[in-house]
């Protein structure tokens, strides 16, 4: 994937985590004792399979304290087994190995791996279960995560009424991308049972299998987007590209992108008229298609599942260093920002850019960054208990820089805009002839071995 859709899609992801370790912090941090709130991680266990899929349970108890525990290896079903360097990140992390089996005798201890923490410490616990679940378990986005206590994914729409009836069009007009998008809502009811969840950038996020698949209305045309990103960080990029042709030329509707070291699908649904049964075909289809494809395509091209089970690879956080890494550009906006936080403009960064398309996504890609990094600090800050008080001057750092990336991706639009609005006043062939010159009439030139005084064919 280029480097600003690979940001782009990584700053989504991470935004879905870190908004889901704010939920559940908050959660614990407010209950009860006695109450209890379980998250568990979606998967491809049935009924009849022994075992459960990953889970993490909370029991509020003794005035101020709360139980953590984390699924061992006596109740995960045997595709989420832990082998012994799962363990061990697990430990790490600060979780307590389990101290008993289900057939011992209790003690003061678990079955499970826990930890017993002051509800103040909410923040931390939290920290602990979102790393446990993406880095050991592996599951890459919140939007894999079920719960009935805790909201695990942005802006949750309400529900309908169990008895409510839905009145469902045929096929309707939409009168704008708003418009289109509440009716991308409601026929998606049937899928969800609801309403569907949004995440930041008002995509839906449909899980199914192995894939994740993303719904998307078009801002400057009637049409939905479809898209997923099937196998990255992918090693024989020869082979990917002939695959990737492959694929092109094999499968119908879908449309296969090789960016980078990313694998992306994408399938465009048209909207005028919108037809909600057409979308929810078309859905089917992508989701099918991907979980038919990813794997098998990770294979052959030596990549990683996109949502899959390895775990994400993790970096040094780092205070980033304005002073060396960052465009002068980016320093003046920073300075503008902090001296009067909100009121840099898309159309100041645009101005402090000098237009430049390009340059506006290098800091849109380093903002993110930015971001990504100091949110990073702020949670292994609260995973060791934050003992100097940083936690919070990295998340205000955090959300900064994602206040000035929200930003510059405004002023990337408005460059682009603006370079469409020349482009479309330009003149430009259009296939039509325009009028055309007189033409002056001349004698016609007489051929060489004919005579003008000899009759014609035709003459009388």
Not at 20 to 38: K, N, P, S, T, Y
Not at 311 to 320: F, G, H, I, K, V
Request: with cysteine; hydrophobic share 45%; proline share 6%.
């Amino acid at each position: 994937m280029g480097e600003f859709a690979e940001s782009e899609l990584d700053r989504s992801t991470t935004l879905a985590w870190s908004a889901f370790r704010g939920r559940l912090a908050d959660h614990v941090a407010a209950m009860q004792d006695d109450e209890v709130a379980l998250v568990e991680a979606e998967s491809s266990v049935g009924d009849a399979d022994e075992g459960a899929a990953p889970y993490v349970q909370f029991c509020a108890w003794g005035e101020d304290l709360v139980r953590c525990e984390l699924s061992s290896n006596a109740y995960l079903a045997e595709a989420h087994r832990l082998d012994v360097s799962q363990v061990a990140a697990l430990v790490e992390m600060g979780w307590i190995l389990p101290t008993h089996g289900p057939d011992d005798e209790a003690d003061s201890g678990s079955t499970n791996f826990h930890v017993d923490a002051e509800r103040v410490e909410a923040d931390r616990l939290a920290v602990m279960t979102v790393r446990a679940f993406r880095e050991v378990f592996g599951v890459a986005h919140p939007a894999f995560l079920s719960s009935d206590d805790v909201a695990t994914t942005d802006a949750p729409r309400p529900a309908l009424e169990e008895d409510a009836e839905v009145d469902e069009a045929l096929a309707v007009n939409p009168g704008d991308a708003d418009h289109l998008r509440a009716l991308v809502d409601a026929a998606l009811v049937p899928l969800f049972g609801g309403l569907p969840e949004h995440d930041s950038d008002d995509d839906v996020p449909v899980v199914n299998g192995s894939g994740l698949v993303w719904v998307r209305v078009l801002d400057n045309a009637p049409v939905v987007q479809l898209f997923s990103a099937l196998v990255h960080d992918v090693t024989d990029l020869e082979r990917a590209a002939y695959e990737v042709a492959v694929l092109n030329r094999d499968v119908q509707f879908l449309k296969f992108l090789l960016l980078e070291d990313t694998v992306m699908a994408y399938l465009y649904v048209p909207a005028l008229p919108f037809a909600p049964l057409h979308l929810r075909a078309m859905l089917d289809l992508m989701c099918r298609t991907v979980n038919r494809l990813d794997k098998d395509l990770a294979t052959r091209v030596g990549g990683s599942l996109a949502f899959g089970s390895e775990p994400l690879e993790q970096t040094e956080a780092a205070e980033p260093d304005l002073d060396e890494a960052a465009h002068p550009a980016l320093r003046t906006l920073i300075e503008i920002d902090a001296e009067a936080p909100g009121s840099v403009t898309p159309q100041m960064a645009a101005a402090v850019c000098d237009l430049d398309r390009e340059l506006i996504l290098e800091l849109v890609t380093w903002s993110s960054e930015r971001e990504r990094t100091w949110a990073l600090t702020r949670d292994e800050l609260l995973l060791e208990g934050d003992p100097e008080d940083l936690a919070e001057v990295c998340d205000v750092e955090s959300r900064t820089a994602e206040r000035m990336t929200t930003v510059l991706r405004q002023a990337l639009r408005l460059v682009v805009e603006q370079e469409a609005e020349r482009l479309l006043e330009a003149p430009a062939y259009d296939g039509r002839r325009g009028p055309r010159p007189p033409r002056r009439r001349t004698r016609d030139d007489v051929l060489p071995g004919l005579d003008t005084r000899e009759p014609g064919l035709f003459d009388q």
